[in-house]
C-alpha cells in the first residue's frame, strides 16, 4: 500500500513541475544591475503572506494515546504539515494535526500531547514549497529575486497557523508590526508592500483594520492581493460537512472531515452576510434548506454543534471595512465553484455540488469584493484597483506569468 501511495506521489510531483514550467518561461526576468541603473526607483520592501496551509508547520510529540499502534506517541520535532506522513499514515498525521475546541475559553488547543510551531518567521523560504502544492510562493519569490530583491534583505515571509482564526492570532499580528516596521527601517525608511494570497489576504485585512491610518501612511506604500476570499466561500461549508481533498484523490474525504471540522479557520472563511443574502440557500435537502439564518442549525443537525460555535466566534471578524491602504485586488475567474450543496439522500450522501463562477475555490463575488471600497471614507484617499484574469484557478495564480508580471511591474517601476 505505501508503494501505490508513493507512486501516486512522485506521479503528482514530476507532473506538477512540468505543467509549471510552461507558465515560468513567460515570466520577463531582467538582470539586477539592469534594474539598479535605474536610481529613481526604489525597491519596496515585500512581505508575503501566505493562505490556508501555505505555511510550513512541525509537531514535537509525547501523547499519552495514539489512534494506531504504529502511530509514534514520542518524538522531537519533525515537519507535520503536508510531508509524507499523510501519505504513509493518514489517522496518524490527522490526530496529531486536529485541533480541540474549548467551550469554555472559546479557543482552541492541539491535541493532548502535541505540540506544534509554525517556522520560518521573516523567510519566504519556507512558503516557497508546500508538498503536494509544489511551488507556493517560489515562482513570485524567484521573480523579484531576478529584479533586485535580496530575500532576508528586502523580501520577507510571514506564515501563521493557519488551523486558527484572528482571535487567535494575536501574537502574529504583533509580529507582523514589528515585521514591518523592521524591514522598512534597514531599506532606508522605503514603505513597505504587502503581498498577500487567499486567506492571507483576509488575515492582513484584519490586521490593517487594527492599525492607526497614521502609521499606514508611513510604513506601507501598497497591498497586493491574489484570490483572497473577502467575503468568504462556499467550500469550506463542503470542507467542514463531508471533508475536501483539495482536488487530490489520495486524501479521504471521510477523514479530512474529522480534521476540518475542528479548524475555526474555514469557519472564519465561510459566506459572510456582506456577499449573501441572508436567505440564499448554501446546502439544500429534499424536505429542508440552510442559509445565513440558520447555517447553525445544520451544523447540529450534522452532529458538528462545536463548528456552530466556532463560528459565532469567527462571525465578528466579518468586518469588511477597507484597509486604508493602496490595493491590488487580483484573482481568477472562468473557473466552475461551488455556490451550494444539493444532499439527495441524506447527510451521509455525497452532495451535488452546484457550481457558478469563480476561481474553483472561491465565488466571484467574494473575489470582487475589493471593489466596494472604491472612494469610501475608510479608504482615505488611497486607489482601489483589481484585475480579472480569465481561466486562472485559485491555486495557479502564484504561478501565473500575467499575473507575476503584474506584481513585478508595481513593485519594480516596469513600465515595460
Not at 211 to 229: F, N
Request: aromatic share 14%.
Amino acid at each position: 500500500m505505501k508503494i501505490v501511495h508513493w507512486t501516486i506521489y512522485y506521479f503528482m510531483l514530476v507532473n506538477f513541475h512540468v505543467i509549471h514550467s510552461n507558465f515560468i518561461d513567460s515570466i520577463r526576468f531582467l538582470d539586477s544591475n539592469e534594474v539598479n541603473e535605474n536610481s529613481d526607483c526604489l525597491l519596496s520592501p515585500v512581505i508575503l503572506i501566505p493562505g490556508f496551509g501555505g505555511s510550513k508547520m512541525e509537531a514535537k510529540l509525547n501523547k499519552p494515546t495514539a489512534p494506531h499502534w504504529w502511530c509514534s506517541k514520542k518524538s522531537d520535532y519533525f515537519n507535520i504539515w503536508l510531508d509524507y506522513h499523510p501519505v504513509l499514515s493518514f489517522d496518524c498525521w490527522m490526530d496529531n494535526l486536529k485541533l480541540v475546541y474549548d467551550p469554555e475559553t472559546r479557543k482552541t488547543k492541539n491535541t493532548p500531547g502535541v505540540v506544534t510551531r509554525v517556522i520560518g518567521w521573516g523567510s519566504t523560504e519556507s512558503m516557497e514549497w508546500i508538498w503536494i502544492f509544489g511551488a507556493y510562493f517560489n515562482y513570485i519569490s524567484e521573480a523579484l529575486v531576478n529584479r533586485g530583491y535580496i530575500r532576508g534583505k528586502n523580501l520577507f515571509g510571514a506564515p501563521y497557523d493557519f488551523r486558527k482564526g484572528p482571535n487567535e492570532s494575536t501574537q502574529w499580528f504583533q509580529n507582523l508590526k514589528q515585521l514591518t516596521e523592521y524591514s522598512y527601517g534597514i531599506n532606508k525608511n522605503t514603505r513597505v508592500t504587502f503581498i498577500a494570497y487567499s486567506m492571507g489576504g483576509r488575515m492582513l485585512l484584519h490586521f490593517l483594520q487594527q492599525m492607526p491610518q497614521d502609521w499606514k501612511d508611513k510604513y506601507l506604500e501598497r497591498t497586493i492581493t491574489l484570490a483572497v476570499p473577502w467575503g468568504g466561500s462556499v467550500r469550506p461549508i463542503q470542507a467542514v460537512s463531508v471533508g475536501y481533498d483539495l482536488g487530490i484523490a489520495v486524501f479521504p474525504n471521510d477523514k479530512l472531515k474529522e480534521m476540518s471540522n475542528t479548524f475555526p479557520s474555514l469557519a472564519y472563511l465561510m459566506p459572510s452576510k456582506q456577499f449573501w443574502e441572508p436567505d440564499e440557500a448554501l446546502v439544500i435537502m429534499d424536505s429542508k434548506s440552510y442559509s445565513l439564518e440558520n447555517i447553525d442549525e445544520f451544523f447540529y443537525d450534522i452532529g458538528q454543534p462545536q463548528m456552530a460555535e466556532i463560528r459565532k466566534d469567527q462571525s465578528v471578524y466579518n468586518n469588511f471595512t477597507a484597509p486604508g491602504v493602496e490595493i491590488h485586488c487580483l484573482f481568477g475567474a472562468n473557473i466552475p465553484t461551488a455556490e451550494r450543496l444539493y444532499f439527495k439522500s441524506g447527510f451521509n450522501s455525497k452532495p451535488v455540488i452546484l457550481d457558478g463562477d469563480g476561481d474553483g475555490q472561491v465565488n466571484r463575488r467574494s473575489l470582487w469584493g475589493c471593489r466596494h471600497w472604491e472612494n469610501t471614507p475608510a479608504q482615505a484617499g488611497h486607489a482601489v484597483y483589481f484585475k480579472e484574469f480569465k481561466d486562472v484557478n485559485h491555486l495557479k495564480i502564484l504561478y501565473n506569468s500575467e499575473s507575476i508580471n503584474y506584481i513585478l511591474k508595481i513593485v519594480t517601476c516596469d513600465a515595460n
